[in-house]
Each structure stands twice: as structure tokens, then as C-alpha cells.
């Protein structure tokens, strides 16, 4: 294991020492000259030959880990079994789990949730199956569905890899929205196979939220699942992206005192997000949006194997400009990156109109370090933690659904969208606003009431809500 794979600066490290062979000392020497700090010892099994013990160590710099673990596999008569650290520790066994409503503490409990008296429920549901929303999880629960062919930065890692950010992202809709959220990694990346599985999962589920499926498979699955099915359907990759993207643009203009109707924006990187943050600007009324990938500018003059690249050819880019980034970039005064690090250039930002807004996604690596261009931007963000206007996904889901539930949204649609993220942006007052805070923090206890509100108001108005919660009746 590298120290690249371990955070923060301090570690676990599992020991198994032969006593015959090799002293305790010894071992804390070596750790000791390697830079590390013994600040806890945890006697996991002894016999008269072998124990085994877990030590804690500190170190001041990253660099020392590795260093560190290379000391102690060179001492004879120790062997090291595992080195692990909090974040390891935290997802052992998982990080979500089960349990009752209600505690069963004698035999009338029993009978009424389960046998015989839960008959009476199964009935009412049978008789009527819109009660499910009512008398089962259904009502508060969405299933966070993928397949691990597209987990950011990491690729295609399989189901079993992806399980952990997807218990993470049931974790968010828990704390942030109390929301019952379920991770379900697919064994396949068969298209049909997928639509087939999460249809025959639905009655289950109030709501599917699909993650980290790859493009362009995740267009189809989503776009058939919406049709299919009588629940809402949201590919968080796509809309998540796109929603929040918004929500910091409606803020950035406001700073650069630009019209959204008569900006110029470069996208770099036309996949799932790409796509989406293209839709949710043309349907704000963004009207010259330019779409930018490995082969350069997308024009209706070129025919694409990607089918939705030839889509994107044909309903952007209105004055065919082709070329590269660089090229097609001058004036422009929005750029977008959802592709990879380092591909923007000082001066290709240099080129763009007066007070650019850079939104360099890429992770970890940005497009362009903010710090090249601080003194020529008029509003940077980016999709880290670690600098100002981070652009994240979990300011929108966790809302979204709560709303979408609330009122029983058969779907998301372009409306909700919108009207999210305006929610977003308007948890920032116009006081507040400045070109280092276009976008709340992910804490911001504001942003998922505002979010679900007006989720449930566009829901009402484009008639998908088949409920309407009591605070919105008139």
C-alpha cells in the first residue's frame, strides 16, 4: 500500500513478531528512525512464540509512510500483515445500517408487524397498490443503483469496488435530507440487463438514483427507466453536475454583471456531464454554447460514432466554429471543464472576453491551477474541497428527492431541475455574494429545504406531483 492510498498522517500498522527472533524495541526503533511516532499499542494475539500487535504511528510527512513500511518488512522475525488508517477503520463492516422503527418487545408487537396481522396491510396494498407509498418504505427510500464502470477518478472498478462510495452516498441522503437510501452495485454492464433489474427492483423504491455508470450507456438506461417507470429517475453524474453548475453560474454572472441570453461558453469534455450542463443552459437561455472534445470542436458538418456527440453537433455551436480549445475559446466568456487536468492554458483564459468565468471541474487536477489565473479571472470555481466555489454534487440530490418524494414526482424533470438550482443560488444573498462565494457549502442547512420546496412548486406546475403536501395546498 502507498502512501497515496492512505490519509492524513497518521497509520495503523498490524504487526506479527516471531519473540524468539526479534524484540518489541526493535521494532519501535526502526519505526522511530524512519520518522514515525509510536503514540498507541493494541495486543490483538500473543502465544508463548508469536504476538501480534496493531501500532499506531504519527508522522509529520506523507512521504515517511512508505519509508516506514519499507524498514519494518526488511526486520527478520516481523511480518507486516495490513496498514490501515481512519478512513479504513470507518468503513469497516460498512458504513450504513438497518434497523427497526419500533422495537418488537412481546408477542403483540410481533403480531402486528408481522404475522398475522401485517395480512391485513399486504390486502389494503393488493387492493390498492398506490397505498405501498403509504404503508411501506417506498414513501422515503430510493435505491442508489450502479454498475462501477465510471466512479470518478477511479474508472472502471467493477461493483464490489464501487459499493463504498455509493454506502457513502446513502449516507449523504440520510444526514442531509432523511432520506433512506440503499446501495445496489450491479454485477453487469449489460444496458438491457441493467433496465431489466432495476424495474423488477422499483416497488421497492419511491425513487432510483443512478451513479457512476458510464457514458454513453447511462443515457439510454436513464431515458428508458424514465419512460418505464412511474417513479423518478435521476443519473446524478448528469443532472447533479448540471444543477449545481448552474446554481454557481446564475451567481458568477451577477458578480461579472453579464445576461445569461447573450454569453459565449466553452465545454470541454462532452460526456454525461457535459451533455447535461449543455441541456440546463440552453433551457436557462444560454444561446452560443460551444462543446469541445478529443476531436476538437463538435460540428453538424462531421458525423460522430458517439450518437450523442452528433446530437451535440447539431443543437449547439450555432456558428460552426471548429478548431481546438484554443481556437474556439477566444471571447468566450464562460469556460466549463469537465475533462481533464492541465488543458487550459494562462493564455488561451487571456484570450477570452473581459472578466472570464472559469469553472475548471476536472478532479483532482483541474483543468488550470486556480492560482495561474487569479489575477485575470472574474470568477474561478473548481470541483475540489480545497479551493473557494467548489462546484459539488451534494448540494442538489439530497433536496431533489426529498422533494420528489414529498410530493410523489413520477419523474425530475427540466423544470425541477431549474428550479433547484435556483434554489441554490439564492441561499446566497446578494450581501454576501463575491467571487469567492458564488455557491453555498455543502452544510448549509439552508440549501435542502429551499431546494425541496421548490422542487415540489415546479413538480406541482408541470403536473408530476401526484401528491401536494399540505403547506402547498391553496
Known amino acids: ?125 393488493h387492493e390498492d397498490k398506490k397505498k405501498a407509498h ?28 464501487a459499493m463504498p ?69 435521476f443519473h446524478d453524474d448528469q443532472h447533479g453536475t448540471a444543477i449545481v453548475l448552474y446554481a454557481a453560474l446564475i451567481s458568477a454572472l451577477k458578480i461579472v454583471k453579464k445576461s445569461i441570453d447573450e454569453i459565449k461558453v466553452v465545454i470541454t469534455g462532452i460526456g ?18 460551444i462543446g469541445v472534445d478529443r476531436e476538437g470542436a463538435l460540428v453538424n458538418s462531421q458525423s460522430y460514432n458517439n450518437e450523442m456527440w452528433n446530437w451535440y453537433a447539431d443543437n449547439t455551436n450555432p456558428n460552426q466554429l471548429s478548431g481546438s480549445l484554443s481556437d474556439v475559446i477566444k471571447d468566450a466568456d464562460v469556460f466549463i471543464g469537465l475533462s481533464a487536468g492541465g488543458i487550459l492554458k494562462r493564455k488561451d483564459v487571456e484570450n477570452m472576453a473581459a472578466d472570464p468565468i472559469v469553472f475548471a471541474m476536472a478532479n483532482p487536477t483541474p483543468e488550470i491551477d486556480p492560482k495561474e489565473i487569479e489575477d485575470i479571472v ?5 470541483g475540489r474541497s480545497d479551493y473557494p466555489n467548489q462546484i459539488n454534487n451534494v448540494l442538489s440530490f439530497p433536496g431533489i428527492f426529498r422533494g420528489a418524494l414529498d410530493c410523489r414526482a413520477t419523474e425530475v424533470n427540466e423544470e425541477m431541475k431549474l428550479a433547484a438550482a435556483e434554489a ?6 446578494d450581501e454576501e455574494r463575491n467571487s469567492y462565494y458564488i455557491i453555498p457549502s455543502v452544510f448549509n442547512q439552508k440549501v435542502v429545504e429551499k431546494v425541496r420546496r421548490n422542487v415540489i412548486e415546479a ?16
Do not use: W
Not at 142 to 148: E, Q, R, T, Y
Not at 424 to 429: C, E, G, K
Open 378 to 382: 472574474g470568477v474561478m470555481a473548481t
Open 134 to 161: 403509504t404503508l411501506t418504505i417506498k414513501k422515503n427510500t430510493v435505491a442508489v443503483i450502479s454498475d462501477g464502470s465510471a466512479v470518478l477518478g477511479l474508472g472502471n472498478i467493477g461493483p464490489h469496488a
Open 165 to 233: 462510495v455509493m454506502e457513502g452516498k446513502a449516507m449523504l441522503f440520510k444526514q442531509l435530507a432523511e432520506v433512506d437510501a440503499f446501495p445496489i452495485c450491479l454485477d453487469t454492464q449489460d444496458t438491457e440487463e441493467i433496465i431489466r433489474i432495476v424495474k423488477a427492483l422499483s416497488p421497492t423504491f419511491g425513487g432510483i438514483n443512478l451513479e457512476d455508470i458510464s457514458s454513453p450507456r447511462c443515457f439510454e438506461i436513464e431515458s428508458r427507466l424514465n419512460e418505464e417507470l412511474d417513479i423518478p429517475v
Open 272 to 289: 454525461a456531464a457535459g451533455i447535461a450542463c449543455s441541456k440546463i443552459l440552453m433551457a436557462a437561455g444560454v444561446k452560443e454554447i
Open 459 to 474: 413538480a406541482i406546475d408541470t403536473n408530476v406531483a401526484r401528491k401536494i403536501p399540505k403547506q402547498f395546498r391553496k
Open 424 to 429: 441554490i443560488a439564492s441561499v446566497i444573498t
Open 1 to 125: 500500500m502507498s502512501s497515496r492510498d492512505l490519509g492524513g498522517k497518521s497509520i495503523i500498522l498490524r504487526i506479527e513478531m516471531d519473540t524468539e527472533e526479534i524484540k518489541f524495541g526493535r521494532v519501535v526503533t526502526a519505526i522511530s528512525e524512519s520518522g514515525g511516532d509510536v503514540i498507541a499499542i493494541d495486543v490483538i494475539q500473543t502465544d508463548r512464540q508469536i504476538t501480534v500487535r496493531d501500532l499506531t504511528v504519527t508522522v509529520t510527512e506523507t512521504t515517511q509512510i512508505n519509508e516506514i513500511i519499507d524498514r519494518v518488512k526488511l526486520l527478520k522475525g516481523a511480518k507486516l500483515i495490513h496498514v490501515s488508517d481512519r478512513t479504513f477503520l470507518l468503513h469497516l463492516g460498512g458504513k450504513i445500517q438497518m434497523q427497526p422503527k419500533t422495537p418488537i418487545k412481546n408477542r403483540e408487537d410481533l403480531s402486528r408487524v408481522y404475522t398475522p396481522e401485517v395480512a391485513r396491510i399486504c390486502t389494503a396494498i
